[in-house]
């Protein structure tokens, strides 16, 4: 297999062209097959829905390749149920679980040469998209469907990868309103955070920090991640209406249990920042950023985690115990990594 000309320890998290994507069509009210097609394009009516009404929704999800050469896709289940609640959430017909994950082991193993080497610091991105392509001009729900499954591979999603970097609190912008899309992995969600995101890259932030919507008292999400604090024992995460349910949060979870932590899902108060040791956002493009300070733009105040600028000590097991098992080299006790044989 010819090896592409990749230099894969200077990737960064950006598009690389692969050689084939996947794709399904749903039509007459039920999905069709699988087709592989190298095409790079889509073509729609200028009416279609993902358009005008914002129907589309996406997912992210990796493959990994360990230090006994075999291929592990990570968790692709809940990638493949958090799109089938996405599309109940927008009214778009939901792809089945089962044909979702044969997309992603069809699209690896067609696109194999770019898998990145282990230890690298790469892996290979799948980026599942699911749009309505009816053509609507009034408002209501496409009859016909298209998913598409492309691949690339990517570096650390920070330049540096896994280090400390600082956040900014934010309350004139909200993410997602308390009972609308925020739970729901769509692409208007995104659109709506780049203009609080540009903001708090000019004035020399990684992200900005999004309180609820409602109150503006507690600790909601960030930007494209879900946040976690160290709290002595405990690792406390926010319950929010308006939050994505991030599969590598569910993960970490279940790690800070097996470790003896206590979990805490539940709502934060901006002050109690104060009382934690650690701080991260976490996500599959990351895994864990971990936070070195959280400033509040608005009253001025400074919640500091890391004064050396290192990565504290739980977000570093945390970190290594997951991408050990993304990687084989830790067993998998819960059945999270597919192989791709």
């Excluded at 599942?128 to 691949?151: D, H, N, R």
């Excluded at 950023?289 to 097991?317: A, H, L, Q």
């Amino acid at each position: 297999m010819e090896q592409p000309d990749i230099n894969w320890s200077s990737l960064g998290f950006g598009y690389v062209p692969t050689d084939v994507n996947i794709r399904c069509t749903y039509k007459d009210g039920q999905w069709g097959p699988l087709r592989i097609t190298k095409d790079t394009t889509i073509s729609m009516h200028i009416a279609a829905t993902c358009l005008h009404y914002g129907q589309e929704a996406f997912e992210g999800l990796k493959a990994f390749r360990g230090k006994d050469g075999k291929i592990r896709l990570f968790r692709m289940d809940e990638n493949a149920k958090r799109l089938y609640r996405t599309c109940e959430g927008i009214m778009m017909a939901p792809l089945p679980i089962e044909k979702f994950c044969e997309a992603a082991i069809l699209a690896v193993k067609e696109n194999l040469r770019f898998v990145p080497p282990y230890e690298s610091g790469a892996s290979l991105y799948l980026r599942p998209l699911l749009i309505g392509m009816s053509p609507q001009v009034g408002v209501k729900p496409a009859a016909e469907y298209e998913f598409i499954l492309f691949t690339t591979p990517v570096g650390p999603y920070f330049k540096g990868g896994f280090q400390t970097t600082p956040f900014v609190i934010m309350r004139e912008y909200d993410r997602a309103a308390p009972l609308g899309t925020g739970t729901y992995k769509v692409g208007g969600n995104y659109a709506a955070s780049l203009l609080a995101n540009k903001k708090a890259h000019d004035m020399g932030y990684s992200n900005v920090f999004y309180l609820d919507a409602k109150e503006k008292k507690y600790i909601d999400e960030c930007g494209a991640a879900n946040f976690f604090g160290i709290k002595g024992n405990s690792y406390v995460t926010p319950k929010s209406t308006s939050i994505l349910p991030s599969i590598t949060n569910k993960s970490l979870m279940q790690l800070a249990k097996d470790m003896g932590m206590e979990v805490e899902q539940r709502h934060i108060p901006v002050e109690e920042l104060a009382e934690m040791q650690e701080a991260g956002a976490c996500g599959t493009a990351a895994v864990i950023s971990p936070i070195s300070r959280i400033d509040d733009y608005d009253t001025g105040k400074k919640y500091v985690f890391s004064p050396d600028g290192k990565p504290g000590e739980v977000c570093t097991r945390l970190y290594n115990r997951l991408r050990a098992i993304q990687y084989g080299e830790e067993p998998d006790n819960y059945g999270w990594t597919t192989i791709v044989e």
